[in-house]
Structures are given as C-alpha cells and as structure tokens.
C-alpha cells in the first residue's frame, strides 16, 4: 500500500477490497511510534465508534483500531484533507467531494467527507451492505479477535498480518474497554460526561470529588497525556466545575473573546482553561512576567 500522510507524519493500513486503499504487509506498530496521537486518536474518537457499535452492532474496538491503522491515527493525506479514515473509494454512486490518487491504479478517486462521523458512519454501511462480511455480524460485539480475524478472512485486507496487527492495538490500548462497557468506563452510580466544545476542542467540566485520573480512566486516555492537554502539574488538583481539555488547546482565543478582564481569584492556569489557551502564548501576548504579573482589573488579550 502506498501510504498517505503529511510530510512528517507516518503509517496508516489501509483496506482491500476494490472499495479501499489495498494494504502492504508492514512492519507492527511499535512502542516508539507516536503513542501520544494514538491515544489522542482513542479519545477523540471512542464515543464515534461506540455510537456505531450501537447503531450496527460492530464492535467500537474493531472500528477503532482499524482507523488508527488506516488513517496513521487521523494524520493521512486522506484524513486530514478528507475526513476519510477508512480509506473508502468513490464507487459510481459517489456524488459528493473527491480526491484522486495513485493505487492498485493511476489516480483513483476516494470519498471526501463533510466530517468525520460522516466517514465513521459510512465505514459501518460499508460493512454493514458488503455480503462478504454477513457471518461477522453473529458475532458479539465483545469478540474482537473472531471479528478481527473474520474480515481477514472475508478479504478485508490482503495483508496476512492484518488480525493480528488489529489484535495487537485492541490489546495494547485496551480498546475492547469501548465493547463492554460502553462509551465510558465509570464508578458504580456515576454517569458519563457530556463532552462539549470550547474553542473548537472536545472537553468535559470536572465534578465534585473528581480527579483528573476519573477522567482519564472514563475516556480511555494516559493520564500522562491529560495532564499535558491540561498543562496540569502531576500533584495538581483542579477544583471542581473546571473545564477539562480531551485535545491539545491552542494557542489563541476564538474570535468571540478577543479580550478578557482578569477578575479576583483568576490566575493564568484558570483563564487558560476557561477559553481553551495554551498558557505560555498568553503569557507572550499579554507580556507576562515576574515583573509585570496577571492582576486584577488587567485586560488580556486572548488572540
């Protein structure tokens, strides 16, 4: 398979089958390949595919692992420009956005996506539609290996590793976590989060008696890589009712907070996490310093 990426970026797999990209048979993921965007992958994506496990009866595992394989954990040319992640041709239906590249063929065209549930729900149809793959869906949706090994079987891949390459990131990050317990792994009682969005990135409020390792454990996701997002301190404690960042914040405000009056009780932690902005490009901006220090009654500016 001819791999598509950025230019830094690096190893997606991707499909068969003369509706996908055709795999090669490379090398497993290692330990040293972008563990960071991988886990990032699992916990922007965990809901969608527990959403299609539901909807289709696929295991959220098996649909996870397979976009980590086939869209280099959403960093591929094609999951980038297109919002494909599964790598899924035009066909002669395809009336929306295209994108063409060399193959098994010259310049083959694959499906642009207005989003990535978009592509997430056409992957389930895929399998769903295809005749080939009617026996998997006997299957529970607990049993990612027969799944795994059954679209290797129904040709999904031509790779003969491909089982066991999904086998490996199932195990590795604990994705069948999503098979049986849903979208979230809670306490007894607790209910799950209701992401939302804040500067155009997925996060949660934190609630009485929470930590950030609660969080952590509900989204699948490092607690390590949570606290980066959060630029959180590993003996920090943030209080409840604090916004907790799922994705990297960025590095400005959107253009709704332009500017922020800092009020009693603020600090640059707290107004960062309120607008989803990365700390030390506030600081820059607004001149921050030990010698010119955040105090009540300043402005800021946010972008």
């Known amino acids: 398979m001819k ?27 290692t330990q040293t390949q972008s563990k960071d965007a991988y886990s990032a992958y699992i916990a922007r994506y965990n809901a969608m595919a527990v959403e299609q496990m539901k909807k289709y009866g696929i295991p959220a595992s098996i649909t996870l692992a397979q976009g980590l394989l086939e869209s280099d954990a959403g960093r591929s040319t094609l999951a980038t420009k297109c919002n494909n992640h599964f790598g899924i041709k035009c066909h002669n239906d395809w009336t929306g956005r295209k994108m063409y590249h060399d193959d098994d063929e010259r310049q083959e065209c694959f499906r642009c996506y207005s989003d990535a549930d978009d592509s997430y729900r ?26 795994a090994k059954g679209l290797k079987a129904a040709g ?41 969005l804040v500067n ?40 409840a009712g ?6 990297r ?8 907070h332009r500017t ?16 989803g902005v990365k700390m030390k490009p506030l600081a820059n901006r607004n001149h921050l310093s030990d010698e010119n220090p955040l105090s009540v009654g300043m402005t800021l500016l946010l972008r």
Not at 178 to 188: F, M
Request: net charge positive.
């Open 3 to 29: 791999i598509l990426r950025l230019a830094t970026l690096a190893v997606p797999l991707l499909l068969a089958s003369c509706s996908v990209i055709k795999p090669t048979a490379s090398a497993p993921v």
């Open 122 to 147: 056409d992957h389930s149809l895929f399998l769903v539609n295809g005749a080939r793959y009617q026996s998997l869906f006997k299957l529970g949706t607990t049993d990612y290996k027969g799944w």
């Open 156 to 196: 999904y891949a031509t790779s003969p590793t491909y089982a066991d390459k999904l086998i490996e990131l199932i195990e590795r990050y604990g994705l069948d976590r999503y098979d049986k317990n849903g979208a979230a792994r809670l306490k007894p009682g607790q209910l799950p989060h209701q992401p939302m």
């Open 200 to 239: 155009g990135q997925r996060c949660v409020r934190l609630r009485e008696g929470e930590t950030l390792k609660d969080i952590a454990r509900e989204y699948g996701m490092q607690l390590s890589l949570l606290r980066r997002f959060n630029e959180a301190e590993r003996k920090f404690v943030p209080p």
């Open 242 to 247: 604090t916004l907790i960042y799922l994705e």
């Open 249 to 256: 914040k960025k590095s400005r405000a959107d253009r709704e």
């Open 260 to 275: 922020y009056v800092v009020k009693k009780g603020d600090s640059l932690w707290s107004i960062s996490q309120q607008f």
